[in-house]
């Protein structure tokens, strides 16, 4: 006897393709949606359904956005000689809600992860030498992760770079706020100090 309707069943199963999403929390999204009004369910399904077709990549920075150019690219208070380079859209979303850079970005969808077949061409490396060239660029920040491929991605990009008259810089990684130093690892801590700022007496 199965305990489970096959529609039920047929909807955790594609919940759990998700990320982070286990059978154990897609069984409980499944539920909760079952136990509200079938227009919740309605509306997400027509959202799901048009969000392919109403996302695109913007032209300039490689976001996703409804219009292109996007939103932050169009403005024209942004520093558009300022580029920040993120790894994903996420990474765009996060730096813009520190509400501090008011430059543009640009987007590289992944790292290199040789081990993964991810090289330079997979990654959109081509289209910001192409942008560095076309345009009046007076910075690169680089705002890779701190993690391994970040720190590979990183440092290919600070030596490719090399040949163009621009200036690069790294975002700053160290101790976050609150947090005592004895607790930091050895990693954090030594990027702390080599990220350190000269204070002016």
Do not use: W
Request: some cysteine; proline content about 6%; glycine content about 6%.
């Amino acid at each position: 006897m199965q305990a489970v309707p096959p529609a039920l069943e047929r909807l955790i199963d594609d919940l759990t393709r998700l990320p982070g999403i286990g059978r154990k929390t897609a069984t409980r999204l499944a539920l909760y949606m079952l136990r509200r009004p079938a227009a919740e369910s309605l509306g997400l399904a027509e959202d799901l359904s048009v969000l392919h077709s109403s996302i695109r990549l913007c032209a300039g920075c490689f976001t996703f956005s409804e219009t292109d150019p996007c939103p932050i690219c169009d403005d024209p208070k942004r520093n558009s000689r300022l580029v920040c380079v993120v790894e994903e859209p996420g990474d765009m979303i996060a730096v813009e809600k520190t509400g501090t850079f008011k430059g543009v970005y640009h987007i590289l969808h992944g790292v290199l992860s040789p081990m993964d077949g991810i090289g330079p061409e997979e990654l959109k490396i081509r289209e910001l030498y192409q942008r560095i060239t076309d345009g009046n660029l007076e910075e690169i920040l680089l705002a890779t992760s701190s993690t391994v491929p970040g720190e590979a991605t990183a440092s290919y990009l600070i030596d490719q770079l090399q040949r163009f008259s621009i200036r690069v810089t790294r975002l700053a990684c160290g101790i976050p706020m609150g947090m005592d130093i004895k607790y930091a690892d050895e990693h954090t801590l030594a990027r702390a100090i080599d990220s350190r700022q000269f204070l002016q007496r």
